[in-house]
Each structure stands twice: as structure tokens, then as C-alpha cells.
């Protein structure tokens, strides 16, 4: 066990691990192991019925899934965790963990595009009453928190606008109604926001993204109080939607450089904003680093950094974005984000591919809004590039 009084940056590095280091293996194994045999009947008793530590079947616990559930979990500052095999699997397991036909939930237009689905798509049908706010209206959330709900469910930073919403405040309105308050803490990470110190009672993460960290495993998890997490796991055991041990193995190591690559995302995604902010072509940068954003006290005030994650418009709109996008030598154009590498992606492919242009324009995104998922490149390489690849959409643009 690591302790308590280091700093995040060491916990990436040691923390959970020294449970499941065997022979002397200084790194957590793989174990691909489906099932575990028990000679003593007893035994194998007592660890089904959860009365002695150990492992029955892959569905239900792994070492090194657990491994990994314990550095997020230590990370988050939480009593537990459980994960799941991707990010929706965990938001959509933690939600059918605790809602029942005539239950009410109460969250926002701006949360990731899969979890608005659920919210618009599958909720509705089993009964269960969706009611979303406008981002960032904390009067309206909690107008709507005090009428009564079972869940108040939050996503700060958003995607892709990365509004900011006051974790304190709103989870203090939700404990006022009864309600368990859940956070998509993916874009900020546990290094820059730890919604449970906030008052938050479960923080959801898209492990696929910052906390894997290189774009080649798919995972989720959620972290809170013992009493919550056990019924998550729960459900996840019946339902399955377990983690793979080999993608647990490829969070660990991501995890280990979490603070490293987040710091440098930090940075560049500051640096880039402001360059950003610069360029003729671009109409609106969003950044909660940049003091012209909305929300930025609160960012301030609840994050530690803001995080690699910007988005801006460009003038003219698809047009400019099919000029400027294919230019970058530099970025992935791809749907993921949080990796190494610098991804950019329009929203109408990426977050909000299912949406219509008016449903976008409703949330306020506009046709030519670019997603810049910073990568941990030197900056000087990547404001380059952009600036390459502005110069030639400014001469289609004369062209045209
Ligand atoms: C990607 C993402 C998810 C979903 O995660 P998957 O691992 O792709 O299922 C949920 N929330 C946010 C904020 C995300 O960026």
C-alpha cells in the first residue's frame, strides 16, 4: 500500500500493485486464467461467498483487472472501485445498477454522445423520467435536483465545448434531494479533479481515454463508497461487461506515466489555445485554461490544470475544416482522445455524429468546430504544423 501522503504523481507510478507482485516480479502479471481451483472444498467456499479473499471465475474478479481497479481507486481518493470492458459499459451499468421504472434523473445536454443515447434512447423506454439542463445553468439543475431524483448525473469538463459545471455546488443539491451523484471525470482525470474530495458520491471514468492513455485498450471503470460500488460490481458480474485482463495489463502501464503525459497535455493545450486565439481563421477558441471562458473561476477553483482537451471554430464553416484538417502532419484525424498522440476530429464525426446540424446548433456547436485532443509532442513541432496547415486553408479559401 502506497501512502496517503504522496503525491499523485507517485501513486501513478506504485500505487495498488504490491498485492499482486509474484515471485519476486517487480510488475503485475497477466493472469489470463478464466477459472481458479480450489483442492480445500471449504475453501473454495468461503471465497465464493466472499467471506475469504480470492478468485472463482474471469466474469467476476481477475488480479490484474483488480490490480488496476486499485490504482484508479487510490487515485480517486475512493474506498472502491470496479471496472467494466469499456467507458459506456461502466456508465450504463452504474445507471441500470440503481434506476427502476418511474425513477428520475436529472442531468445536462452536453454529456458524452453515448451517454446522451442512453439518456434520449433507452432510458425513456423502460420508464424512467430524463430530465436534461442546459450546461452549466446551476439554477436550473437545481430547480430541477430539488423536484426529486434518484440520480443527478454530471460531466465537467464536456464534450466538446468542455463547459465547466461547479462539482461542489451541485453535489450538495443532490444530497439535499436524496440523490446519488455520479461524475464523468474522463477529461479532466483523477490528476487534475477528484470529484469525490468535492462531495461527489461516484466518479465514472472512460479508461480507454487519459488513464490508458495510448489508444490501444478499451476500458471504463467507477469509483465511490463500498456500499455503492459493491451493488455496481454486482450487476456488472451478472451482466458481464468484465475487463480484460490484457487491457487491464495496458492501463497499469499507461497509468504509470499518467502525470507525466497530463502535465504536458496541460501545457500544450494551454499554449495551443492561445495560438489558437491568434489565428484570423478561427472564430472562438474553448478552453477552460483561457480566462474568456465562461466558466473559468470554477475550473480554477476545482482543477488543478485544465486539462488536454480544446476545441475551436473556424470560419466557413465544413468547408475550412475539409481544407485545414487533412494539412496536420501531426494529429490523428480519429475518434478517440486522451492519447499520446494529437487527435483532432470535427464534432459532427466524432461526439456528436448521431446528432442532426440542428440538434447541434441547439447545443451549440457549430458546423466548424474542431476537437484537439493535445498529445504530449513538443508544442513548438505541433503550433507548426497548425500554422502550415492555417497557411494552406487561408489560400483555398483566396482561391475559392
Ligand atoms: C469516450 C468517452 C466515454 C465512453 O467511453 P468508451 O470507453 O468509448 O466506451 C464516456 N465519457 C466520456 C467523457 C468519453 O470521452
Known sequence: MVKENVQAGTKAVWAGEKDYLVHGATQVPIVLSVAYGYDD???????????????????????????????????????????????????????????????????????????????TEFLPRQQIDVVLCETGNHEQIEAEVAKGCKILY??????????????????RAGHESGAIVIVDNTFATPMNQNPISLGVDLVIHSATKFLGGHADALGGVVCGPHELVEKIYHYREINGATMDPMAAY??????????????????????????????????????????????????KKQMKDFGGMLSFAVKGGVDTVRDLLPKLQFANRAANLGAVETTVGPARTTSHVECTPEERAAVGIPEGLIRVSCGIEEIEDIIADFEQAFSHAESVLQVK
Open 250 to 299: 495496458l492501463m497499469i502501464r499507461g497509468m504509470k506515466t499518467l502525470h507525466l503525459r497530463v502535465r504536458q497535455q496541460c501545457e500544450n493545450a494551454m499554449a495551443l489555445a492561445k495560438y489558437l486565439q491568434t489565428k484570423d481563421m478561427v472564430e472562438s477558441v474553448y478552453y477552460p485554461g483561457i480566462e474568456t471562458h465562461p466558466n473559468h473561476h470554477i475550473a
Open 41 to 119: 472444498m471449504d475453501e473454495w467456499y468461503d471465497v465464493a461467498i466472499g467471506k475469504k479473499k480470492g478468485h472463482i471465475y474471469g466474469r467476476n474478479t481477475n488480479p490484474t483487472v483488480q490490480a488496476f481497479e486499485d490504482k484508479v481507486k487510490i487515485l480517486e481518493g475512493a474506498e472502491a472501485a470496479t471496472s467494466f470492458s469499456t467507458g459506456m459499459a461502466a456508465i450504463s451499468n452504474t445507471l441500470s445498477t440503481f434506476l427502476v421504472p418511474g425513477d428520475r434523473i436529472v442531468s445536462m445536454k452536453d454529456t458524452y454522445g453515448g451517454t446522451n443515447k442512453i439518456f
Open 154 to 171: 454530471l460531466e465537467t469538463p464536456t464534450n466538446p465545448t468542455v463547459k465547466i459545471t461547479d462539482i461542489e455546488r451541485m453535489a
